[in-house]
């Protein structure tokens, strides 16, 4: 298994933006598909963007796209999610995720590890 940290959550302004960071402990790091997922208060956890172990391929929710970016740094260890344009909805918890399915995936159950969340609230 790989332990995950997020960091840069916070308070931000609608069409403001932030970048959330996940560092990866562990070995293989790049034998792990990435995800970050998002729940809202009295909502289920959500896909968010998910990026391939290798060559990077990534997949995006339909409500994002176009607004985020996911990327990983593989000598560093670490997956950011660049985030554009934030809305009022967007305001969750945010959780990083590490997957060794051989495809990426966007299902919650196919991740293995967890981070502990971090919290992105934007206000209008």
């Known amino acids: 298994q790989v332990q995950l940290v997020e960091s840069g959550g916070g308070l931000v302004q609608a069409g403001g933006s932030l970048r959330l960071s996940c560092a990866a402990s562990g070995r293989s790091f790049s034998s792990y598909s990435m995800g970050w997922f998002r729940q809202a208060p009295g909502k289920e956890r959500g896909f968010v963007a998910v990026?391939?172990?290798?060559?990077?391929?990534?997949y995006y929710a339909d409500s994002v796209k176009g607004r985020f970016t996911i990327s990983r740094d593989y000598a560093k260890n670490t997956v950011h999610l660049q985030m554009n344009g934030l809305k009022p909805e967007d305001t969750a918890v945010y959780y990083c995720?590490?997957?060794?399915?051989?495809?990426?995936?966007?299902?919650?159950?196919?991740?293995?590890?967890w981070g502990q969340g971090t919290q992105v609230t934007v206000s209008s």
């Open positions: 990026i391939a172990r290798f060559g990077g391929a990534t």
């Open positions: 995720a590490a997957s060794r399915k051989l495809a990426p995936t966007t299902t919650p159950n196919d991740f293995g590890s």
